[in-house]
T-cell receptor, first 113, second 119 residues
Framework: DQQVKQNSPSLSVQEGRISILNCDYT??????FLWYKKYPAEGPTFLIS?????DKNEDGRFTVFLNKSAKHLSLHIVPSQPGDSAVYFC????????????FGKGTTLSVSS | GAVVSQHPSWVICKSGTSVKIECRSL??????MFWYRQFPKQSLMLMAT?????????EQGVEKDKFLINHASLTLSTLTVTSAHPEDSSFYIC???????????????FGPGTRLLVL
């Protein structure tokens, strides 16, 4: 049973436009959420995180929104740049229980110039 | 940000041999390290959680006698794939959690990964 779901395997966006990557989760115990970016044959790079006490966290071009009632979070990248092309993983944990991160399957973002 | 290294980055070995992969946190102490495995076009699958000075906790379906984990210090964890077979060929990634669990979350920092090919 997949606890973290990224239903869109791929997304194509033009440079300068907004990229919106979505993630849904099923475990109501999750209270910490992260987004990672990954290039082929490299380890994931931490991008941005949000705890369940917030509904928005912003860091430069990256903003993560959390809708707890819908068990949904999204990553907004604006403006998108060709260098943003990568696989983006959503991850969640129940930090009070000390669980490891549970990852979604990832969404491949392609930003064209 | 925190840096995690892995060594080697690439390894090719014969079936039946053992391979050791090292994971180091370079500028912070990691009480907990995690080992993941990724197959092509698949998500990261957690194999085991490694706590310094204690036995690793393995996920369901992961053979602890095949994937030996040692977390000997606060900056080093090793994964040894024993008697490797071609089906063990994969991309192995470690991560380290900086410090203890604190209110506000627990960011993990990942190593660059190790590509294992068993012939």
């Amino acid at each position: 049973d997949q606890q973290v779901k990224q239903n869109s395997p791929s997304l194509s966006v033009q440079e300068g436009r907004i990229s919106i990557l979505n993630c849904d989760y099923t475990n109501s115990m999750f209270d910490y959420f992260l987004w990672y970016k990954k290039y082929p044959a490299e380890g994931p790079t931490f991008l941005i995180s949000i705890s369940s006490i917030k509904d928005k966290n912003e860091d430069g071009r990256f903003t993560v929104f959390l809708n707890k009632s819908a068990k949904h979070l999204s990553l907004h990248i604006v403006p998108s740049q060709p260098g943003d092309s990568a696989v983006y993983f959503c991850a969640a944990s129940a930090h009070q229980a000390g669980t490891a991160l549970i990852f979604g399957k990832g969404t491949t973002l392609s930003v064209s110039s | 940000g925190a840096v995690v290294s892995q060594h080697p980055s690439w390894v090719i070995c014969k079936s039946g041999t053992s391979v050791k992969i090292e994971c180091r946190s370079l500028d912070f102490q990691a009480t907990t390290m995690f080992w993941y495995r990724q197959f092509p076009k698949q998500s990261l699958m957690l194999m085991a959680t490694s706590n310094e000075g204690s036995k690793a906790t393995y996920e369901q379906g992961v053979e602890k006698d095949k994937f030996l984990i040692n977390h000997a210090s606060l900056t080093l964890s090793t994964l040894t794939v024993t008697s490797a077979h071609p089906e063990d060929s994969s991309f192995y990634i470690c991560s380290a959690r900086e410090g203890a669990r604190l209110a506000g979350g627990e960011t993990q920092y990942f190593g660059p990964g190790t590509r294992l090919l068993v012939l």
